[in-house]
């Protein structure tokens, strides 16, 4: 590559050529000389270019028609230099497509600002194709974004899951993407056609859950005044996504288990049994094996469940999708709000680099959006990111939470106290939330509305 770029100098009369490539050359540019329309649109085909900068006697000294064939065959700026260009050429120059139109004779200074800015346009188009590029071959699997090696890894394993009929448990971290995953799999499977039906285990309270999951007959309780299909029914020919499955009650495991080996569910007060036809998606941010192991999940069901199991890697350990994951973000908020936001700054980006992101991909989002929103700047900085990313230094540079049971340094605000140590006892019972809320004394909605206050859940 030469410094100031490539050019691709399409002149016929060959005084000019000779004139106008050795005043480039000379100047730091690269110059290829095409002597006609034709071998101009091969070298086109060729190669990338900076600009493309047609002389006055091109085409039998018709040049404009020659820039309109050039302009409908290349994103590469051209530009013209006409003999004295009248208001008519000028015209239909500019209507071809035209960068931009120099007299000729040229006055070299001038089109070295001319090339210059040819050059910037292309390094712009070409910033723009890489990323779209990214994020295209990143996205890999539907809209699940990543290109970090844990990811790619995981595209093969979801899209032969996603072709099979077999249950799937998905694993991860809160906020790792989940439900992404889920539906992305629904998607993509045979049973995209059919409905994707979720339901969250630990937001339907036990009494509910089982006339919720099998339906009821009518007349099975106070309420049930008329018969009411369970969501396994509703999803026949679709997808189930059963999500917190790791919350499901004792009493209640055996049932979904028989539904899951019947292929069938027993509706509340009836004793008929219902057919269903769902592909089964559960998922949980608890360890399931653990959970076995402690005779928190019996393991037939876990078994069953787990036919094909998927762990969604914490985006701690995702090194470049932070990035890559926080400039999607980025360019979506700012299109929905309507700013001209045009990426990180590279403090900022380090900065998300070496935060632990204990909420993983749901916080980064959260982050992004409030930035996006609060921001009067052109490029997201350090003072657009909330302080525990600016100021974490000590936690996220180790990779490993703050000592646990630490004196809170200095004088801070309660509130502040307070959102440190739900995220302590959240990380130290591994994201369970359930468990988490009973040792802090809080009930489940109570804790959920405050993680959502931190942009760790919801949203
Ligand atoms: N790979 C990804 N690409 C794009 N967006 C993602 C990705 N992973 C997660 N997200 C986004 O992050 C947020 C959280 O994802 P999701 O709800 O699937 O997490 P989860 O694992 O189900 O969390 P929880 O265990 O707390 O329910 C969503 O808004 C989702 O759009
Ligand atoms: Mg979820």
Redesign the pocket.
Known sequence: MTARGQVLLVEDHLGEVVRLAQALRSRGYGVEVAADLASALQALRRRDWDSVLVGPAVDGGDPVAALRRLCTSTEVPVLLLARAPSHEVLDAATRAGAFMVLGAPVDLHALDLALDRAAEHSALRREVERLEQAVRGASRFD????SSPA?QGLYDVLERAASSDAPVL?T???????????RAMHRRGRRAGGPFVAVNLAAVPDGLLESELFGHARGAFTDARTARRGLFVQASGGTLFL??VGELSLALQPKLLRALQERAVRPVGSDEEVPFDARIIA?T?RDPELMVERGGMRQDLFYRLAVIQVE?PPLRSRGG?IQL?AE??LTRAASRTGKTIRGLSPAAARLLLRYRWPG???E??NVIERAVALTHNTELGPEDLPARITQGKAEASHGRPAARGAPVAGLVPLAEVEERHIRQVLEAVG?NKAQAARILGLDRKTLYRKLQGYGL?G?
């Open positions: 809209e699940v974004l990543g990811m998905l991860g971290e809160s906020g790792t993407g989940k439900e992404v995953v889920a999500d917190e998922a941010n969604l999708d994951l999607h973000f993983n991909v749901r980064l989002e994201g859940e949203g």
